[in-house]
Each structure stands twice: as structure tokens, then as C-alpha cells.
């Protein structure tokens, strides 16, 4: 094959089984089982088992899982230190790249990646990913205090990951409802199929690079605007627009100016986005239990959807996973900047499924390309230019 197709549209990059989308229907499932179903009655630690393992799991297995989880959220005190002298300036996902980077040091364990095509220590595998998802909620809540001059609370062991990450983030008891809100939303974040970076997974995964220098990758591919970091570019978007009379006169001239309307259209949906359906309604309860009063943003942005949907329905642009998240984590009180890192929490439960699933059956990605350049020609001495 030798058409070149920008941003390799439509080319198949790898055989998976972990997570299904439809397009066209609006229908995304975690190993057969719909996002829906999911997000109503499983927990964060459930779904990520379901990803990494293939099947649901007894309640031992969950039991076991989980209790790992919780015994190895605790950060060793060389990284806690090195985060002290980051700049507090410093976004959440630059620290999060560097911080899950540097925790190899730590934690070694490439013994399964020693230049053979295949790793089939399940145990080593299951190790490095409990280690790695662990550690990833803990990172992001330590920030949230150091960056603001305060050394980060301990983790807790009785508590869920949902709840752990609320309580390190605030020093509060978390709250039942945001717990359970911020489950949903880690379930919703967790997995989706082979986007910019899960394919980033697979191509260092296939050099058989440490877990570590994977999920970092991903994090660095996750943090861009055009992917994970959307959805605080969607709230910066809503907050400029001010009000919701102003939203069709805003869309409009982005329009005509061919720019981005963040958190709208979606390169496999041509309907709404599933988890966008779930995030609008997890905000709207959260606004009722706290008495009703409106959102601005949300207020905006439901009018934002609807002069796009006018505009660019015939399109299949809708609304993504980004439009309504930012709203929801601004509403439960989590800042702006930290969004992404919260979605990278989440998506290294999916990351990690994919990096076992391509150790599993491995060749490096080594893909060709387009040559436009210079034919053939002489050197040139340069007293002669």
C-alpha cells in the first residue's frame, strides 16, 4: 500500500479486542459491554479489570485487584522531593509525564523486556500495571497541594480510587455523590479504542520499552489540544463567549474562519458522543442536589450544542467527550488546568490493557512513508555556493 492518507484516516493499525466504537449508531463498549451499562453499575476498579483481564471478574478476583491498588498508592519519597522542585507554574501533565518517567527508577522491572518478540510473564505484566494505575491518581492529587506550597496528604488504603483521589485533593471526607460522580467519569475516561494516545502505546510498546517510558509517551500525546486537552480549552471557549445570547454570533464567525469549536465533532462518531450523553446529565444531577442553580456554562454551552447541531448536524459534528467534562469537573470544584490529568488517570487503565495486549503478539511499528524531497544530487563544497 503505498497512498498516503493524513493522520492515517480509516487505516487499520493493529487487531484488538479490547474496545469497540460505532460510529454511527453512537455506540461505544468495553470487551463487548456497553459504555451504558458500565457506567450504571460497575466502579472504576471493576472496569479496569474488565479491560486488562477480557472478562468480568468474580468478586475475589475484584476483591484481590483492588486491595493491591490500594496497598500501592503510596509515592517513595525521592519522587515526592523531585516534584518539590518542579516549577509551580508547571501544568499537571508536565508533571505527570516526568513524574511516571522517573518512578522506574524506583520500581525497575524490565526483566520480561529483554529484546525477545514476546512477553509472556503475566504476572510481571499485572505487576507493572497495578504499580503504574496506582500511582497515577496519587501523582495528580500531590500535585494539586505541592504546586501550592503545602506538602500532599498521605493516600489511604480505606478508601476507593474515586474517593482516595477526592480526599487528596481537598483533605476533606469525600463526598458520596462527587465520589461516586468522579467513579463515573473515570469509567467513561478509561478507554477508546486506538486513538493518538493509545497508538503512541503501541509503537513504544512494540520496542519493548519499559511500561513506564509507554505510559509517558502517552501522557506527552494526551496532553495536546487536539486530544485529551480539550476540555480545558472547551471551558476557556465558554468563559470567552460569556454569555449564552452571544454563543450562535461566536460559532458563526468560527465558522467562517475555518477554527476549532472545541469539544465539538469526533473522528469515529457522526452522532453524539455516548459519554457526552452521561457527562450532561451527571451534571445537571450534581446542579439539582445542590439546589438547582443554573451554570452559567452549562447554560452556555447547552446553546452552543444546539446552533452547531443547526449548523453542522448533516456533518455528524456533535458534541465529544470533551464538551461536558470540563463543565462537570469545574462544578465539583477540581481546577481547570488539572482536567487532562484526571482523563490521563483514567485512560491508563485502557493504555495498560493495550500495552499487554501488544506484548502478547509483538513486531516493532515500522511504518513507510511518502518521500517528496530532492532526487538524487552532488554535494556542493561550500566556497562553491
Not at 61 to 70: C, K, V
Not at 80 to 91: A, E, F, Q, T, V
Not at 213 to 219: Q, R
Request: with cysteine.
Amino acid at each position: 500500500m503505498s497512498e498516503y492518507l493524513p493522520g492515517l484516516a480509516g487505516v487499520p493499525a493493529t487487531k484488538s479486542n479490547i474496545s469497540d466504537i460505532d460510529g454511527e449508531k453512537g455506540i461505544l463498549t468495553y470487551r463487548g459491554y456497553s459504555i451504558e451499562e458500565l457506567a450504571k453499575n460497575s466502579t472504576f476498579e471493576e472496569t479496569a479489570l474488565l479491560l486488562l483481564d477480557g472478562e468480568l471478574p468474580t468478586a475475589a478476583a475484584l476483591s484481590d485487584f483492588d486491595e493491591q491498588l490500594r496497598e500501592n498508592r503510596r509515592v517513595k519519597f525521592h519522587i515526592r522531593g523531585m516534584m518539590k522542585n518542579l516549577p509551580d507554574s508547571g501544568h499537571p501533565m508536565e508533571m505527570l509525564q516526568t513524574a511516571i518517567s522517573s518512578i522506574g527508577m524506583y520500581h525497575p522491572g524490565n526483566e520480561c523486556l529483554t529484546g525477545s518478540d514476546t512477553c509472556t510473564d503475566l504476572n510481571y505484566v499485572h505487576n507493572m500495571t497495578v504499580t503504574i494505575l496506582a500511582h497515577m491518581g496519587t501523582l495528580v492529587a500531590m500535585w494539586e497541594h505541592i504546586r501550592n506550597g503545602y506538602d500532599p496528604l498521605p493516600p489511604r488504603t480505606d478508601l476507593s480510587y474515586a474517593e482516595n483521589m477526592l480526599f487528596m485533593f481537598t483533605g476533606k471526607e469525600p463526598d458520596p455523590l462527587l465520589a461516586e460522580i468522579l467513579d463515573v467519569c473515570l469509567i467513561l475516561h478509561a478507554e477508546h479504542t486506538t486513538n493518538a494516545s493509545t497508538f503512541s502505546v503501541l509503537v513504544n510498546a512494540s520496542t519493548l520499552a519499559s511500561p513506564y517510558s509507554v505510559i509517558a509517551a502517552a501522557i506527552g500525546a494526551l496532553s495536546g489540544p487536539l486530544h485529551g486537552g480539550a476540555n480545558q480549552r472547551v471551558l476557556e471557549m465558554l468563559e470567552k463567549i460569556g454569555s449564552p445570547d452571544k454563543a450562535e454570533t461566536y460559532v458563526d464567525k468560527r465558522l467562517a474562519n475555518k477554527e476549532v469549536i472545541w469539544g465539538m465533532g469526533h473522528r469515529e462518531y457522526k452522532t453524539k458522543d455516548p459519554r457526552a450523553k452521561i457527562l450532561q446529565k451527571l451534571v445537571t444531577r450534581l446542579i439539582a442536589a445542590r439546589g438547582g442553580d443554573a451554570n452559567p456554562m452549562l447554560e452556555i454551552a447547552t446553546r452552543v450544542e444546539q446552533v452547531v447541531e443547526d449548523r453542522l448536524a448533516e456533518k455528524g459534528v456533535y458534541p465529544n467527550v470533551d464538551f461536558y467534562s470540563g463543565i462537570l469537573y469545574q462544578e465539583m470544584g477540581i481546577p481547570a488546568d488539572q482536567f487532562t490529568a484526571i482523563f490521563a488517570v483514567s485512560r491508563a487503565a485502557g493504555w495498560l490493557a493495550h500495552w499487554r495486549e501488544q506484548l502478547g503478539d509483538n513486531r516493532i511499528f515500522r511504518p513507510t512513508q511518502v518521500y517528496t524531497g530532492e532526487s538524487l544530487r552532488g554535494y556542493t563544497k561550500i566556497d562553491e555556493r
